[in-house]
């Protein structure tokens, strides 16, 4: 029970929880081995307060390290924009794309017809010089990369 209550707790909480959870956790185990034992256990001490610094250095450390390395997509999105001559409102359909978003959700946000969509997605496919969306995806993570 549980490792799965700490396995389901990996999947769904940040690093930066589990670290906390862990300093917590390492806190109260050094405060029973102190009260407890008088500290003549020293290699459990040893132990834990290691692996209380481990749960420390996650908790204060965010290890989101791509997050926090790669720029927003909008700003790659405008540069590659601004390097191909997109239009405002393609570049806009852009981002969208970029995203992995499909047309019927662009329509719907955009509040365009589908036609439109297809039109400002040939003409940005065009200027890209891209033929699918994966050569488009290719295209904005090496700008992505270039940066890093």
Not at 67 to 81: G, H, M, T, W, Y
Not at 97 to 105: E, F, V
Request: proline share 3%; aromatic share 10%; hydrophobic share 45%.
């Amino acid at each position: 029970m549980l490792w799965t209550v700490a396995l389901g707790a990996i999947q769904t909480l940040t690093y930066r929880t589990i670290g906390w959870a862990g300093v917590w956790y390492g806190l109260a185990a050094l405060g029973v081995i102190v009260l407890f034992f008088h500290a003549t256990a020293y290699t459990t001490t040893i132990i834990l307060s290691v692996a209380y610094l481990i749960a420390l250095c996650i908790a204060v450390v965010p290890l989101s390290i791509e997050k926090n390395a790669r720029q927003p997509l909008e700003d790659v999105c405008s540069r590659i924009a601004s390097n191909h001559g997109l239009t405002p409102r393609e570049q806009e359909i852009f981002i969208y794309l970029a995203q992995g978003r499909n047309r019927p959700y662009i329509q719907e946000k955009l509040h365009l017809a589908d036609g439109t969509i297809r039109t400002h997605s040939s003409h940005i496919y065009d200027k890209l010089e891209v033929h699918t969306r994966q050569e488009m995806l290719d295209l904005v993570e090496s700008y992505a990369a270039k940066d890093d």
